[in-house]
């Protein structure tokens, strides 16, 4: 069982960053791919980024070059560092977690979810 909890979320000008960090419960942390998701108002939850417990990483292409997810195995904590933040990027997002390391953008392998933090970007 793993528990995930966001944190770092807030208002932003368009073109400023934020770090949103995900900790997480668990003695296994460490093996687990973790996943940041977004969700904006009437649209459906997307796929940003992820992690996996090789450091390897992947992004979606809306965010290739702005966004860096990372993670720190002896903290249990996955970051989510958005730099040039747009208000497109405006949205509640969501860190997940999941043993599998294969198809890591899929919403629904993942097994564990936080309970979100909101993040606003204005132009």
């Known amino acids: 069982q793993v528990t995930l909890v966001e944190s770092g979320g807030g208002s932003m000008q368009a073109g400023g960053s934020l770090r949103l960090s995900c900790a997480a419960s668990g003695r296994t942390f460490s093996s687990y791919v973790l996943g940041w998701f977004r969700q904006a108002p009437g649209k459906e939850r997307e796929f940003v980024g992820a992690i996996k417990s090789s450091g390897v990483t992947s992004y979606a292409d809306s965010v290739k070059g702005r966004f860096t997810v990372s993670r720190d195995n002896a903290k249990n904590t996955a970051y989510l560092q958005m730099n040039n933040l747009k208000p497109e990027d405006t949205a509640v997002y969501y860190c997940?977690?999941?043993?599998?390391?294969?198809?890591?953008?899929?919403?629904?392998?993942?097994?564990?979810w936080g309970q979100g933090t909101q993040v606003t970007v204005s132009s």
């Open positions: 997940a977690a999941r043993l599998g390391h294969t198809t890591i953008d899929v919403i629904t392998r993942y097994d564990y």
